[in-house]
T-cell receptor
Framework: RKEVEQDPGPFNVPEGATVAFNCTYS??????FFWYRQDCRKEPKLLMS???SGNEDGRFTAQLNRASQYISLLIRDSKLSDSATYLC????????????FGTGTRLQVTL | DGGITQSPKYLFRKEGQNVTLSCEQN?????MYWYRQDPGQGLRLIYY???????QKGDIAEGYSVSREKKESFPLTVTSAQKNPTAFYLC?????????????FGDGTRLSIL
């Protein structure tokens, strides 16, 4: 089993739609979790951290389910500019050690 | 502006040549990382360093070397032993003093074989 697994997509959704991505992780002791956004041929950029109680940033909501070992990202009212690859990232220890990156889920928002 | 600077943006390597990719950060971060990304693939860790004068191999260290003589700098050398070096190389840094921190990335170097 991969340490971090994501559905590669692509998810093709119309503008204004709500879309959700899930990411599962294998290390039950993992401490911190993040969603990054990566545009084509660019570097990954932090979208949001994922907190145990769930957190929201505008149209984006992240949730963590430790019992089932998955995190999710919900995007409401999708915009064309949301088209990108979304990377799930897990830090097993919470310290500055090795992070584990998922291979990403590609989102394409269309008119 | 604080950030991570990678140079050059594009680099071409001849057969048998070593090339060095630069990564400099002014975020005062202790930890720095090098990743490789192939088209349509995820990030794979090459080397990382949690403190000056110390570094550890990542998952794909063969054919690469690094040094960490200064806190701000973590150069990566792609040696001639790396037979398939064409990829997007990303440098990242992280605050080691606080827990649960994200990594911050430079804008990458694209390396191609001539």
């Amino acid at each position: 089993r991969k340490e971090v697994e994501q559905d590669p997509g692509p998810f093709n959704v119309p503008e204004g739609a709500t879309v959700a991505f899930n990411c599962t992780y294998s290390n039950s002791a993992s401490q911190s979790f993040f969603w990054y956004r990566q545009d084509c041929r660019k570097e990954p950029k932090l979208l949001m951290s994922v907190y145990s109680s769930g957190n929201e940033d505008g149209r984006f909501t992240a949730q963590l389910n430790r019992a089932s070992q998955y995190i999710s990202l919900l995007i409401r009212d999708s915009k064309l500019s949301d088209s990108a690859t979304y990377l799930c990232v897990v830090n097993p220890t919470g310290t500055a050690s090795k992070l584990t990156f998922g291979t990403g889920t590609r989102l394409q928002v269309t008119l | 502006d604080g950030g991570i600077t990678q140079s050059p943006k594009y680099l071409f390597r001849k057969e048998g040549q070593n090339v060095t990719l630069s990564c400099e950060q002014n975020l005062n971060h202790d930890a720095m990382y090098w990743y490789r990304q192939d088209p349509g693939q995820g990030l794979r860790l090459i080397y990382y360093s949690q403190i000056v004068n110390d570094f550890q191999k990542g998952d794909i260290a063969e054919g690469y070397s690094v040094s960490r003589e200064k806190k701000e700098s973590f150069p990566l050398t792609v040696t001639s032993a790396q037979k398939n070096p064409t990829a997007f190389y990303l440098c990242a840094s992280m605050d080691r003093g606080l827990s649960n921190q994200p990594q911050h990335f430079g804008d990458g170097t694209r390396l191609s074989i001539l």
